[in-house]
Structure formats: C-alpha cells, structure tokens
C-alpha cells in the first residue's frame, strides 16, 4: 500500500512540531525552573565538592539549581545560591548568602556578627563550617571587615573561609586587586537581579547524591544568641 504524500507531510509537520514544542520546553526550563551547574573548587568545601574524604579541586560534583523558588521569594540567609557579578557576565559563583539587603555585616575575632534591619546585633553561629574554618574568617581585601548591604544587594561567603573568592575580596582571587576593592567596597555585594538560583540537588557522582540542605537562623532569646536550625 502506497503512502500519500499528504500523509507523509502531515508526519513530517507533527514531528517538527512536536521538536519544537520539546525544545521550547527545555529552554523554558533551564531558563526559569532548574539547570544543572558544575561546581569547581575548594570554596564551599566541606559542604560542596568533598569527594572520597577529601576537597575536590577542579570540577567536582554536577548539581541542579532551582530557579524558580526565586520568583515569588527573596534568598534567605543561609541558601547556597549561584550567581554572577556585573563584572564577570559569563563566570558563575557558587556561595553562602549571610548578609541581607540593609544589614550590617561585621567580621570581629574572625567570627560574622550581624546588624539586622530591625537593629539587632547577632552573632552566627555557622554550625555548617568545619573545624578548620569555624570561627576563623579572615577579612579578605577589606581591612576595615564592616559590610555594610545597600538594599537589593546581598553579601556572599564561601564555606571554605580559608580559601574561598567571595565578596571579602570582590570576587577577585587575585591580590593585586586589592586596592580596588577597597576603594570600591560596593564591589563586594551583589544583585538581587544576578542570583540565578538555589543549589538544590547533587546528582553526580552517585556516591554523593542528595538533596542540599538549607538553613533557618533563628534569634534564640533576648541576649540576640542566635542558633542555625536544619531546614
């Protein structure tokens, strides 16, 4: 029995239909749900990369990142989010958020205190750090180690305090930059508008596989103690 050739440009038509219905979702996807992200580096270690005992330096593990939960809410303190800086487009990041807009972040004995909105002096207690780097953060290129967030901005650390390119340095690995960091202190905060997402899921390798926890810092009593509860 012979096909038309009707019915095998309505074939064709369906297919390339469907194709594109499937490659509009993908976009739509990875533009405004999740993508996947590779992390590189020591930066978030032990929370992210921490292969076989010890940091992975390099690409190390794949992650998902929901982009969605950013389109209703704002970051909270404690999300590991994956953005960019205005001066670096096409390079993404992968932090801690500690400091909201408004806030006053302030490194004092290599340990974070925060001023919040509501004027409340708070010391974090960063139960996610390892031995290493609890209670031991440097102030990077800023040597007065005050913060102070304008609104719509957010102020990012890494976990890996010892090593990590964060807004302590402007996001700037490199020391020669130093001077312009301080002299350009707005440097170190970013955007609302250049958080991609939240990390969400590792998938690769499968020995690590899991979902990423975030945390919930809540003001314990009226001495402003603050404790980190798991989400």
């Given at each position: 029995m012979k096909i038309s050739r009707k019915k095998i440009s309505l074939w064709f038509l369906d297919l390339a239909i469907n194709i594109a219905i499937i490659f509009v979702l993908v976009i739509i996807i990875q533009k405004w749900i999740i993508a996947p992200f590779d992390v590189h580096g020591q930066s978030m270690c032990d929370t992210?990369?921490?292969i076989d005992g010890k940091c992975k330096n390099g690409i190390g593990e794949k992650i998902i990142i929901n982009e969605a939960v950013y389109i209703f809410n704002d970051p909270e303190r404690g999300d590991i989010v994956v953005f960019n800086t205005k001066n670096s487009k096409d390079k993404y990041y992968i932090?801690?958020?500690?400091?909201l807009p408004?806030?006053?972040v302030e490194i004092i004995d290599r340990k974070i205190y925060v001023t919040?909105?509501?004027g409340e002096k708070i010391e974090l207690n960063e139960a996610y750090l390892n031995l290493t780097n609890k209670d031991n953060t440097n102030s990077g290129y800023n040597s007065s180690?005050?913060?102070e967030i304008p609104e719509g901005k957010y102020l990012m650390l890494g976990d890996n305090r010892m090593n990590s390119t964060d807004s302590r340095t402007?996001?700037?690995g490199n020391t020669q930059n130093a001077e312009d960091c301080k002299n350009n202190p707005e440097k170190a905060f970013?955007?609302?508008?250049?958080?991609?997402?939240k990390a969400w899921v590792v998938w690769w390798p499968l020995s690590n596989l899991r979902h990423i926890d975030g945390f919930e810092y809540i003001i314990e009593n009226q001495e402003n103690s603050e404790s980190l509860e798991e989400k």
């Open positions: 992210m990369n921490f932090k801690r958020v500690i400091g408004g806030e006053t919040t909105t509501k180690s005050v913060f402007c996001f700037s970013i955007d609302r508008e250049n958080i991609r997402g």
